[in-house]
T-cell receptor
Framework: DGGITQSPKYLFRKEGQNVTLSCEQNLNHDAMYWYRQDPGQGLRLIYYSQIVNDFQKGDIAEGYSVSREKKESFPLTVTSAQKNPTAFYLC?????????????FGSGTRLTVV | EDQVTQSPEALRLQEGESSSLNCSYT??????LFWYRQDPGKGPEFLFTLYSAGEEKEKERLKATLTKKESFLHITAPKPEDSATYLCAVAYSGAGSYQLTFGKGTKLSVIP
């Protein structure tokens, strides 16, 4: 079955450490997105990519980095510069016609600073 | 100012007690309005897309409607398994072509 796989489901980060969240899709979607979800804040866009080897900053990109070397993969690195990384992270993908079809979401990664 | 506002933030219903969730938007050039359901600790699951004022869509106990400034998600005779957070999102011509802007959600609890 086609879908988006996020891993790991739970991740713990020590102070000063970089961690990478994985996102893989087999839907043949061109566009991929990373959102952060905090209680009472809704979904906030971190980065998005419309095509391989190209990506753009979203509303809260500081302290995060991404790469898009393959169409299927869009990993997110939470760097030590992100001072408050504890949150639920969601990856999504869409055709380039998302205005009509919306997103397909992964199951999320919960990141906790220890 | 939020571009997409959902109300109420939380709603508790008795099983069988019908109600509506609201999603109002201030964007221009609406291309689509989307409703998602999200269970705790999981990713949002797509429910409906509405494209033009007057459009309605139904799925089981849920019915979504759209006007020029807002959308309603009507829940008829809800069951405990309908408990979830319901998210509304819009795609509009002022944003990047492939982006959705989300509201903060309405957390629905249906009590047996």
């Amino acid at each position: 079955d086609g879908g988006i796989t996020q891993s790991p489901k739970y991740l713990f980060r020590k102070e000063g450490q970089n961690v990478t969240l994985s996102c893989e899709q087999n839907l043949n979607h061109d566009a991929m997105y990373w959102y952060r979800q905090d209680p009472g804040q809704g979904l906030r866009l971190i980065y998005y990519s419309q095509i391989v080897n190209d990506f753009q900053k979203g509303d809260i990109a500081e302290g995060y980095s991404v790469s898009r070397e393959k169409k299927e993969s869009f990993p997110l690195t939470v760097t030590s510069a992100q001072k408050n990384p504890t949150a639920f992270y969601l990856c999504a993908s869409s055709t380039t016609l998302s205005s009509y079809y919306g997103y397909t979401f992964g199951s999320g990664t919960r990141l906790t600073v220890v | 100012e939020d571009q997409v506002t959902q109300s109420p933030e939380a709603l508790r219903l008795q099983e069988g007690e019908s109600s509506s969730l609201n999603c109002s938007y201030t964007v221009s050039g609406l291309r689509g309005l989307f409703w998602y359901r999200q269970d705790p600790g999981k990713g949002p699951e797509f429910l409906f897309t509405l494209y033009s004022a007057g459009e309605e869509k139904e799925k089981e106990r849920l019915k979504a409607t759209l006007t020029k400034k807002e959308s309603f998600l009507h829940i008829t005779a809800p069951k405990p398994e309908d408990s979830a957070t319901y998210l509304c999102a819009v795609a509009y011509s002022g944003a990047g072509s492939y982006q959705l802007t989300f509201g903060k959600g309405t957390k629905l609890s249906v009590i047996p």
